[in-house]
């Protein structure tokens, strides 16, 4: 009896898995976006799609409503992990027209250009903490001493809740990232990503009623009070929206800053450049975004039947679209494999794009610059200490364990 070929592994994005592949995954995605564009991914049974104007087209029309109900994990026999998918399915990332629309604008009201832009001179000061901590030394690693610390103290600052709760808000972001980031999951890991779940809403729900020390002003104090046309969040929605806005803006920003540094230090004329000209550093982010997204992809749903690079992706087909292969599509941008501060019109994809388009850019824009800025600017003769950089198991969500760095004692 003839037996079926077995499925060509070379363009699955399970591929990622691979070290080797992690560690650059550019090449597989320039491969994908020449030879298979709108490409069915045997592994992980989704629709890829890797050209700049087609992730466009996905994230603009296709539904966000892709995490199973707790009733569909239960007959697929997973149900353990269903206080992960409660969370999950009332958070704005996982949710379309209405309740999505209706959601953002409560959560916007909360979350203002004035109350980033209030927080300025605290992320200034918290930048600065962090290196004095190291300067005298001569050495430090990137992401445990600073990239990790640096946005979860803010998120303490702008949740409104004790800094000194910051390491657990980091250690739990951590975890429900894995879920964000992975189309894979580590059986293993489950129980942690549970466990670390539970203790996060448990916390947010003793926040938010704490007798003795009432909610100080801040995103969850006014979560609570938001009010758009007599509608109100209800409490499990203020939790799961307050999860989703420190996860996403966590992991995300530390990786921003860590894999940032490594293009600089890997690049030293374009560091050089940003030194002596710090005007550019506001580019030098939208470009760092662009060119090592942190947020490398992004899945989805067909609504519909719909052509897309014309292929048809069925009605119910899930698509996983590439942010990172698009940021580097040739079509859209000019040399797009070279690292160019002064690159004209570079609308990338780094922060997805349409209705879910990152709710908290302008706070990530504003902890890139400061990072970076206070690194160049304090930290003289920065180095790599090795090269041998390690980057972590989590797919989607890309960035490394470690980055150390030797400079100049001051
Ligand atoms: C460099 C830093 C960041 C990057 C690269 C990033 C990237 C993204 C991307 C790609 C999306 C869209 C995902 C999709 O369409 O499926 C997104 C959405 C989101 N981001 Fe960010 N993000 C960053 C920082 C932040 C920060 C600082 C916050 C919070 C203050 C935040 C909160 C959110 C939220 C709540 C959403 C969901 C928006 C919605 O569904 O309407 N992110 N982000």
């Given at each position: 009896m003839a037996t079926s070929p077995a499925p060509d592994l070379s363009l699955s994005l399970a591929r990622l898995m691979d070290p080797a592949v992690l560690a650059d995954p550019y090449p597989l995605y320039a491969r994908l976006r020449e030879e298979a564009p709108v490409h069915w991914d045997p592994f992980l049974h989704c629709w890829v799609?890797?050209?700049?104007?087609?992730?466009?087209?996905?994230?603009?029309?296709?539904?966000?409503?892709?995490?199973?109900?707790?009733?569909?994990?239960?007959?697929?026999?997973?149900?353990?992990?269903?206080?992960?998918?409660?969370?999950?399915?009332?958070?704005?990332?996982?949710?379309?027209?209405?309740?999505?629309?209706?959601?953002?604008?409560?959560?916007?009201?909360?979350?203002?250009?004035?109350?980033?832009?209030?927080?300025?001179?605290?992320?200034?000061?918290?930048?600065?903490?962090?290196?004095?901590?190291?300067?005298?030394?001569?050495?430090?690693?990137?992401?445990?001493?600073?990239?990790?610390?640096?946005?979860?103290?803010?998120?303490?600052?702008?949740?409104?809740?004790?800094?000194?709760?910051?390491?657990?808000?980091?250690?739990?972001?951590?975890?429900?990232?894995?879920?964000?980031?992975?189309?894979?999951?580590?059986?293993?890991?489950?129980?942690?990503?549970?466990?670390?779940?539970?203790?996060?809403?448990?916390?947010?729900?003793?926040?938010?009623?704490?007798?003795?020390?009432?909610?100080?002003?801040?995103?969850?104090?006014?979560?609570?009070?938001?009010?758009?046309?007599?509608?109100?969040?209800?409490?499990?929605?203020?939790?799961?929206?307050?999860?989703?806005?420190?996860?996403?803006?966590?992991?995300?920003?530390?990786?921003?800053?860590?894999?940032?540094?490594?293009?600089?230090?890997?690049?030293?004329?374009k560091l050089a450049q940003l030194r002596e000209r710090p005007e550019l550093t506001a580019s030098a982010v939208e470009e760092l975004l662009r060119y090592e997204s942190p947020s490398q992809h992004t899945g989805r749903i067909a609504h519909e039947d719909t052509i897309v690079g014309g292929t048809l992706i069925p009605k119910g087909a899930a698509v996983m679209a590439v942010m990172a292969a698009g940021n580097r599509d040739p079509e859209r941008f000019p040399n797009p494999d070279e690292l160019d501060f002064e690159r004209a019109d570079n609308r990338h994809l780094a922060f997805g794009w349409a209705a879910h388009f990152c709710f908290g850019a302008p706070l990530a824009r504003m902890e890139g610059r400061i990072a970076f800025r206070c690194l160049l600017d304090r930290l003289h003769g920065l180095a790599l200490d090795a090269e041998c950089v390690e980057w972590r198991e989590n797919l989607g969500l890309r960035g490394l364990k470690a980055l150390p760095v030797a400079f100049d004692e001051a």
């Open positions: 799609v890797t050209r700049y104007a087609d992730v466009h087209q996905v994230l603009h029309s296709f539904s966000a409503d892709r995490t199973p109900s707790p009733e569909q994990l239960r007959m697929l026999g997973i149900g353990n992990i269903e206080p992960i998918a409660e969370v999950m399915v009332k958070q704005m990332l996982f949710l379309d027209p209405p309740r999505h629309t209706q959601l953002r604008k409560l959560c916007s009201t909360a979350f203002t250009p004035r109350r980033v832009e209030q927080l300025e001179q605290r992320v200034h000061a918290i930048a600065d903490r962090l290196v004095d901590r190291k300067i005298g030394s001569g050495q430090m690693d990137v992401i445990g001493d600073f990239a990790a610390p640096f946005p979860a103290i803010v998120f303490a600052a702008l949740l409104g809740v004790p800094e000194e709760d910051h390491m657990r808000l980091k250690a739990w972001s951590a975890d429900f990232a894995e879920m964000l980031g992975n189309f894979q999951h580590n059986v293993d890991r489950v129980a942690r990503v549970l466990k670390s779940t539970e203790e996060m809403v448990d916390y947010f729900r003793r926040a938010i009623h704490e007798e003795e020390r009432p909610l100080a002003d801040g995103l969850l104090k006014s979560l609570v009070d938001a009010e758009v046309d007599g509608e109100r969040l209800s409490e499990d929605e203020v939790i799961a929206n307050a999860i989703v806005v420190m996860v996403g803006g966590q992991e995300t920003t530390t990786n921003l800053i860590g894999s940032g540094l490594l293009t600089l230090l890997r690049q030293p004329d």
